[in-house]
């Protein structure tokens, strides 16, 4: 029997872009995932609150997602107190697909290069495999602590990976890179630039009708 293959993508998602969307669909198709769960994150515990409420971020994130094959908009992160751990919602995930699924969290590079601050990273390899998305604007060296972190576990296929259930290391560069970051499409926002074609319409719509992200 193969085992389920899984994926999270967490992120703050304010707002969810055609980068994300992209990259969960491209993601899905490379590593042959039945499911891209993407969690938005309550409190991110490395940046400070955003100014749009975690519940309108993650409506924000089902139009987006839509009717999109394999890909979720989880809200498991938003119904637990406190800051959001990666390691947490990995253990949920866990918990829901049994010891034998491939669980994987995914992550950008630029996230993936702060890792090592994370809280308790090794505890995330025990939970699932890492895959790293290549993100064309950031290519600074790994940090030491991370260079340790991740010792012994880099993996050079997708089938290596998903021989074990968790505790490898995966870098990918998905077909369409797009080099679309929330902060630039908020920057637009406020400054009353088009953000046209980097979100879907309906995120899009919903933004100028409720009035989000439009001030500084
Ligand atoms: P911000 O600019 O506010 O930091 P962001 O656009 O990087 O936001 P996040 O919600 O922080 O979005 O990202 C969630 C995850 O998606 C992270 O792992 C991040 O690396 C990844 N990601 C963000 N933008 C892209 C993109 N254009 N292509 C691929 N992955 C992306």
Same mark, same amino acid.
């Given at each position: 029997m193969t085992q389920r293959r899984v994926a999270m993508l967490g992120g703050t998602f304010d707002p969810v872009h055609l980068g994300h969307l992209r990259s969960a669909v491209e993601l899905r198709e490379l590593l042959s995932l039945d499911r891209v769960h993407m969690v938005a994150a309550g409190v991110p515990p490395l940046r400070g609150e955003p100014r749009v409420t975690p519940e309108e971020r993650l409506e924000l994130l089902r139009l987006g997602i /839509? =009717?999109? !094959? /394999?890909l979720v908009a989880d809200p498991r992160e938003l119904r637990r107190d406190g800051p959001s751990f990666s390691a947490d919602t990995l253990a949920s995930l866990r918990q829901e697909y049994g010891a034998e699924a491939r669980l994987v969290m995914a992550l950008g590079h630029d996230a993936f290069l702060r890792?090592? =601050?994370?809280?308790? !990273?090794s505890r995330l390899f025990e939970l699932a495999h890492l895959v790293v998305i290549d993100r064309p604007d950031f290519k600074a060296p790994l940090p030491a602590a991370l260079v340790e972190l991740i010792r012994g576990r880099e993996v050079d296929g997708v089938e290596t990976l998903f021989e074990a259930p968790s505790g490898g290391l995966l870098r990918v560069a998905l077909p369409t890179r797009m080099a679309i970051s929330a902060t630039d499409v908020r920057h637009r926002l406020a400054s009353g630039a088009t953000v046209r074609y980097l979100l879907p319409e309906s995120v899009e719509e919903r933004i100028y009708e409720r009035k989000l992200y439009l001030v500084q």
């Open positions: /839509g =009717d999109t !094959p /394999g890792l090592a =601050d994370w809280h308790s !990273p």
